[in-house]
């Protein structure tokens, strides 16, 4: 069993629609939490960091942390056909060189 | 500003041949990681700096694979012998200082290595 599972999708929604990924992981040390987007061919861009459970918005993006579950969420409002990309969620200790563990990575599509 | 720059950006070359991935961080970035990402094993982490010494190099699949950074800045990912295994997308990020302290990483878009 992997570390941080997330479903590979894909997510395929109407343009306008709430997108909603999450992922889950079973080592409890993890204390930062990320999610990057991915378009084809390029590197992931980084677009939540957050530390301890509860919520961050930034924009049409909002982060949720529940440590207690081992369960991190991002929902994405408004969507559009732009942010039609694979979602990644990532996850470090607090020390231990700050190496990033990814999920597999959930693909979406938004439809116009 | 500049973000992390990787070159080459493709490399295509053949079973048994050595090669050379560099990645040029982001200006002031102290702590620099090397991951591979590949189809059936999402992405991996390689090996990171912190300066010029690698504190870990547990993601290194084989005494193939070394890396090494000069002048806290640029960063050489060497594959020697390679084998058709190693074909993968090799991305680098880098970050503020790495230790007491977690940084977000950025990431450069990598060198897709391709062997024949």
């Known amino acids: 069993q992997k570390e941080v599972e997330q479903d590979p999708g894909p997510l395929s929604v109407p343009e306008g629609a709430i997108v909603s990924l999450n992922c889950t992981y079973s080592?409890?040390?993890?204390?930062?939490f990320m999610w990057y987007r991915q378009y084809s061919r390029k590197g992931p861009e980084l677009l939540m960091y957050t530390y301890s459970s509860g919520n961050k918005e930034d924009g049409r993006f909002t982060a949720q942390v529940d440590k207690s579950s081992k369960y991190i969420s991002l929902f994405i409002r408004d969507s559009q056909p732009s942010d039609s990309a694979t979602y990644l969620c990532?996850?470090?200790?607090?020390?231990?060189?700050?190496?990033?563990?990814f999920g597999g990575g959930t693909r979406v599509l938004v439809k116009p | 500003g500049a973000g992390v720059s990787q070159s080459p950006s493709n490399k295509v070359t053949e079973k048994g041949k050595d090669v050379e991935l560099r990645c040029d961080p982001i200006s002031g970035h102290t702590a620099l990681y090397w991951y591979r990402q590949s189809l059936g094993q999402g992405l991996e982490f390689l090996i990171y700096?912190?300066?010029?010494?690698?504190?870990?190099k547990s993601g290194l699949p084989s005494d193939r694979f070394s890396a090494e950074r000069t002048g806290g800045s640029v960063s050489t990912l060497t594959i020697q012998r390679t084998q058709q295994e190693d074909s993968a997308v090799y991305l680098c990020?880098?970050?503020?200082?790495?230790?007491?302290?977690?940084?977000?990483?950025?990431f450069g878009d990598g060198t897709r290595l391709s062997i024949l």
């Open positions: 990020a880098s970050s503020l200082v790495a230790t007491g302290s977690n940084q977000p990483q950025h």
């Open positions: 990532a996850m470090t200790l607090k020390a231990a060189g700050n190496k990033l563990t």
């Open positions: 080592n409890s040390a993890f204390q930062y």
């Open positions: 700096f912190q300066g010029n010494s690698a504190p870990d």
